[in-house]
Nanobody, 111 residues
């Protein structure tokens, strides 16, 4: 059984940065794509970024150029570096790999 635990969320001013981490109890990074999703109040969950086993990455248009997904296979951890944050980035962010989901971490962008 794989468990995913996110951390790093919080309150930040517009234009600021945060780095989210997702630590896995099992080694799934080398096999499966890892994803970051987010869900804002009253909205559907949306895919933000994906990192594939070969290292290729893909981003939603809304975060392209501002967010960077990366992973450390030795630490079984995937990261989401978020720069130039906007109020519309406010959401609960979830880590996902295969059928496994983390509990989510709140990101609030507000002055």
């Amino acid at each position: 059984q794989v468990q995913l635990v996110e951390s790093g969320g919080g309150l930040v001013q517009p234009g600021g940065s945060l780095r989210l981490s997702c630590a896995a109890s099992g080694n799934i990074f080398s096999i499966y794509p890892m994803n970051w999703y987010r869900q804002a109040p009253g909205k559907q969950r949306e895919l933000v970024a994906t990192i594939f086993s070969g290292g290729w990455t893909r981003y939603a248009d809304s975060v392209k150029g501002r967010f960077t997904i990366s992973r450390d296979n030795a630490k079984n951890t995937v990261y989401l570096q978020m720069d130039s944050l906007k109020p519309e980035d406010t959401a609960v962010y979830y880590c996902n790999g295969k059928e496994y989901w983390g509990q989510g971490t709140q990101v609030t962008v507000s002055s």
